[in-house]
């Protein structure tokens, strides 16, 4: 099994850890250099094969020497490389022990089931769909769930393709039972000290720099420097959060707290960025705005130490005050219109700034676990845009599961498309191995397991590569026992050093050298157990075939474009969930509607499997249709449209202090805001038609319109006077529309890109 470590991902279901073009891995580098093929030097990849070493032969000579159980020595040896090679669980000691318990308990369950189907081909086909999708589909729960995908996969496929009588499980969960507690005992013993949680410090990297740049810029001291150390920590940030094929957070509360902390000090950044542009020095601002400013920044800082480790003293009712402070100065503020309008703008910012500040004190809070219960109950429901009686109608902790979960259960969610092809392509498996009478079944099932891809195209290189690598190996496994033999003494001793090296190669060498080498120790292990030649390797090259034909036709009739497909789809219905959020937004704030906006939870859900689905696409092998920046470009679209409906929601209440119906009719200013919010809303609309499911016209280049004219209501960097009945709401919620329709012209080209790629066929 060990040429098929893979992350099972959103990228997959299965995704390979390097994405080298296959062929310029055997290429022999410039003189000096060393052979493509050659394992690059891995200390962890070291470790987890000095673990499968002094493991697995030792279970395999305990169950077949000692006690003499074929079955329990086919689960154990087995089981022992789905244990220490095919899964790597991350965190601390007391995470791997959990995460291997986890393992051992849904492997034992699977492997019952397995048993049970396996002497009648279509009941086991037929089981395999809904086994094999769950077991896929739990890996969005959290890393360690995605890294304990295929070790429970091949612990349901090698019963669900070794027929067998019920009375024959007790011996293959014995087997699996040995091989999960020696398993997880060498894990604990034998492993590389946990590097420190990068994207933590870097979190907390970035909360310092925008506390500076706000301090700094309160007491008149602020430089470029602030902004551009803001600005780069603010990439790294991304880069830490968005350089894996998954999310590195999970579904624990904890998890979910340190997301969301990354997503708000991006955001955080992009308020502070816009608010201080060209305002470096705020001294002459109002000192209620000003305090405003200083109290976010202390906020900040106190995120900054939570995910530091530390425990900072927190004033948390410092900033509500400043905030109540602010909003009640904008009441008697007057003069010149420009004036007004200049400090509605920065009052605007200051409170967008400090509720992003106050949500991400709250988010570090729960992250480092030091959150009350009933924080963590509020903070469930703004993550998932869930209404104020969420906690009361769900047991607590169960809302934010279950929308976690809802939210990919759609055909837009790239992990329900790859768990329903992988479980497809498995189930085929299954069925073809039975029916055509292989004398190895599951190896049928593996093959189609290693070679499984998110596109046709990446599927059929890699079904290349595993049938060169397959028979690389055969012929190296024939060599072998033509030279030393079939005799138990000679293969005992080479079979350490062919557990080695193909423990090793997962990650470490290229795929078809993974492959060769699980193929030695399959030849040595099975002639092992049963002495039979060269002749094992061949049997394996034919299975290996069948596997990888089966992944061919799958993969070519589900979904062939892989997550390209699903980005489009996400992109589109995150524009027109967010345009929606927007519309009910400036609604709720302005005082014309009664209750908060109810598609929040649409937009946030659209906007979560748009982030799994471009983690998918970027980590997809081969050369991508779309540049990188182009699509980020069209993210941070949809990012900066769902934040700023909630920033907009969020705003304190109308001038009248309520949230009483107005009537738009009466009132002009009103009645403008609500057209431009819907030239907005019909903008996205839009851009998700384009970037959508393809047509066969050419792709129209959409247009905005200029957020100013007298059509348009005043806001902070529009003409006009100021109204004669001031109302605060009204300028904040045009400076926040206005930065909305002054970026949204620069997404409309890479949506055009987008658009045009997909009206493109799959194999172009």
Partial sequence: MAESVKDPSPAGPLRERQHVPWYTRWRL?????RPGWLPTWSVPAAMRAVRATLVMPGLFALTAEVIGDPQMTLFAVFGSFATLVLVSFG?????????????????????????LVSNVTWLAALVTIPVTFAIFFAGVASPNAQAGVLGALLVYILPACSPAAASTIGSRLAGWWLASAAGTVAVLLLSPKPPGNKLRARAAKTATALAAYLDAAVAGTATAAHREAALADRHELKLAFGSSPIRPTGLAATDQGLANVVELLEWSCTLVCDALDGHLDLTHAAAQDRELLAAAADQLTATAALLAGQDPSLDIDRLRRASAASAAHQQVLGGDPADVRAAAALAAHAQSIALAAQAALADALIASGKASPELVEAERRRWYGLPEDAGRRHAPGLAGAAEFLARHASLRSVWFRNSARGSVAIAAAVAVASLSGVQHGFWVALGTLSVLRTTASSTGSTAMRALVGTAVGFVAGALLVLAIGTGPAALWTVLPFAVFIAA???????????????????????????????????????????GCAVSLVVGAAFWPRGAAAIVGDDLADAFRQGGRYLAQAVDWALGLRRRPPESAVAAVNAGARLDEALRAYLSEPGTKRLATEDMWALIMGTTRLRLTAYAVASLPANGNGNHAPARPDSDPDLAAFRRQTADLASFYD???????????????????????????PNGVACAGDTPPRYRPDMLWVGEHLYHLAERGQAITEPAVKVAEARQLPWWR
């Avoid at 995470?95 to 019952?112: C, E, I, M, R």
């Avoid at 470490?508 to 390797?537: D, E, R, S």
């Avoid at 851009?687 to 059509?711: F, T």
């Fill in 686 to 712: 839009r851009l998700a038609d384009q970037v959508g499911p393809p047509g066969h016209a050419p792709v129209p280049l959409e247009a905005l319109p200029a957020p100013d004219g007298p059509d348009y």
């Fill in 91 to 115: 965190g601390t000691r007391r995470n791997k022990a959990v995460a291997h318990l986890g393992l051992a308990l849904t492997g034992s369950a699977v492997l019952v089931i397995g048993t």
């Fill in 504 to 546: 090793y190669a997962p990650g470490t060498a290229p795929f078809a050298v993974g492959q060769a080498a699980f193929t030695v120790t399959i030849v040595v292990i099975f002639n092992l157990l049963a002495p039979a030649g060269w002749q094992v390797g061949l049997l394996r090259i034919e299975d290996v075939a069948i």
């Fill in 29 to 33: 580098t410039r003189t000096g250099a």
